[in-house]
């Protein structure tokens, strides 16, 4: 035949298929403007979860609202092209209807593999674990009480999770939350007091329990609430920021030491954090809290049949937990960056962040937060026995590189030669990966805001050193 149908109906009279999700919408870009940004974060990022995982046949399968939601849960890995995971859920429900990308993410940082099809358990009891269920800290050494955190996230199943929430669902997610804290407060050994940073509950009016921002600083400088989540890119292109401070806070114990975020990157992360000696404790003090907030009646968590409890970011499924310790070591820190700690740490399956918490600067005495990465397809149990493993660990770890010689002075090199880390200050790239950060994070940092990355480059050895110890004290501390 030699002519080809002139209406849109094929040569039988049918509509053509109209290909699913062609055309970019509201809510989301078309495949081939979409992957032309992913296939470049492929190329460039290897370790990007998201990126490796996101198939454009699959994603040109979806269509409409759809759409719309798997986008919200990529989005951030392709913004920002150094995330690790960069995707997040924005229902509870997101895991299974969108299984061919999940699975696979989930499979792949979990198992290191994509085909996982592993079952979670979730299992607190630790009678078996260190001595007779007994994690001593002082048995590793320890002269000093350590600051101990264990942190569970949990989301309540009749709400989105925070990347889809707007105000209103944030505001009355708080105050869904209320009547649950005034049970806690009202119960012995709890007490304490909700301190809310949400500045009005919309037409329901003033909000009871609003601090100031001088009270929000000092509960965030002494690790009790969290930082302005709005500076994090990472939550921002996720939605999880948005609305930025409405439906955020926390309630904390009289004794300071239980504490329930509301309205972070998940709805609660619930947690005991104290200094001593005796991890176990803290351990189980947060299972009675928890069995405690599981009977209030809003507390319905979100959970999965195959990857326990529900959290935003994958990496914090199944248990949800993170069990950390504030060490110093100042020895695998000498160099003033957490390089040579990861490199020790990361074999013992061991994540270290700085003294804020996640994308913060070690402490300038070398203090810095461990804790097991592992969270999904482990048991509760399991983590804090890794924990304090891990620790003596990392220890003996420390120790040895206290007897390792002293580096050689480094030789003078000619100024535009761009210097190693010396043994007293760090390498110029190292050093300006977290002045560059202070200056986005901070900047009324006035160290921050003057550092300039060639002229540090140009010191050498001994000045570069009395420099660098004039300067690290703006960049170890932020704020
Ligand atoms: P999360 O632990 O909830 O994933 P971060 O790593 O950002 O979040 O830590 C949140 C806050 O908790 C930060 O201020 C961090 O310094 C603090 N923190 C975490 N672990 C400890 C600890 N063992 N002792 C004291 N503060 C801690
Ligand atoms: N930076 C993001 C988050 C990874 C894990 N940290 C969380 N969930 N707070 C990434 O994808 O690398």
């Known amino acids: 035949m030699g002519c080809g149908a002139s209406t849109p109906e094929g040569a039988d009279g049918a509509k053509p298929e109209k290909k699913a999700g062609s055309g970019d919408t509201a809510g989301s870009p078309g495949p081939d403007k979409f992957f032309k940004e992913v296939d470049k974060v492929k190329k460039k990022q290897p370790d990007n979860l998201c990126a490796k995982y996101l198939d454009k046949k699959y994603y040109s399968t979806l269509e409409g609202a759809d759409r719309d939601t798997f986008y919200k849960c990529v989005r951030t890995g392709i913004d920002n092209p150094d995330s690790g995971m960069g995707c997040y859920a924005m229902t509870p429900g997101d895991l299974t209807k969108f299984k061919p990308f999940f699975g696979k993410v989930i499979g792949d940082y979990h198992k290191k593999d994509p085909k996982c099809a592993l079952t979670h358990k979730n299992d607190w009891d630790i009678s078996s674990v260190g001595e007779g269920g007994v994690l001593d ?16 996230g949990r989301n309540l199943a009749a709400f989105n999770l925070p990347g889809a929430m707007d105000k209103a669902e944030r505001i009355k997610f708080e105050q869904t939350m209320l009547p649950a804290f005034d049970k806690l407060i009202a ?10 940073i949400t500045p009005d509950f919309g037409a329901d009016g003033a909000n009871p329990n609003f601090i100031d921002d001088a009270k929000y600083q000092e509960l965030v400088k002494k690790h009790v609430m969290f930082k302005d989540m709005d500076a994090d890119p990472y939550l921002k292109s996720a939605g999880i920021s948005s609305d930025w401070p409405f439906g955020r806070g926390c309630w904390m114990s009289d004794d300071e030491q239980k504490i329930i975020w509301i309205g972070e990157e998940d709805h609660l992360r619930i947690m005991v954090m104290k200094k001593g000696f005796l991890i176990n404790e803290v351990f189980s003090e947060l299972k009675t809290m928890l069995d405690l907030v599981e009977t209030l009646e809003v507390c319905k968590f979100a959970k999965d049949d195959q990857y326990g409890y ?9 248990t949800g937990m993170r069990a950390s310790v504030h060490v110093k070591i100042p020895n695998l820190t ?7 700690a990861k490199e020790v ?3 013992l399956g061991l994540s270290v962040r700085g003294t804020g918490g996640e994308h913060t600067p070690i402490g300038a005495d070398g203090t810095v937060d461990i804790s097991p990465r592992a969270r999904l397809f482990i048991k509760e149990c399991e983590i804090v ?47 300006f990966k977290l002045v560059d950060k202070v200056k986005a994070d901070q900047p009324d940092n006035l160290c921050a805001k003057y550092l300039e990355k060639d002229y540090y480059a ?13 300067v ?4 170890d501390n932020p704020d």
Do not use: H
Not at 137 to 152: D, F, N, T
Not at 310 to 318: D, F, H, K
């Open 137 to 152: 800290l002082a048995k590793l050494g320890m002269a000093e009480p350590i600051s101990m955190r264990v942190r569970v």
């Open 187 to 196: 119960t012995e050994g709890y007490g304490g007091k909700v301190y809310s």
């Open 310 to 318: 529900i959290t935003s970011c994958p990496t914090n499924l199944g």
């Open 334 to 340: 000498s160099d003033g960056t957490d390089a040579k």
């Open 345 to 347: 740490a990361g074999p």
């Open 385 to 431: 026995e890794a924990l304090y493993k891990g620790v003596e660990l990392l220890m003996a770890a420390e120790e040895k590189a206290g007897k390792e010689p002293a580096p050689p002075p480094a030789a003078e090199k000619k100024a535009d030669a761009p210097a190693a880390s010396t043994a007293a200050s760090p390498e110029p790239d190292d050093f």
């Open 458 to 470: 140009s010191l050498t050895g001994a000045d570069r050193d009395t420099f660098y110890k004039c």
């Open 472 to 475: 690290r004290t703006g960049i």
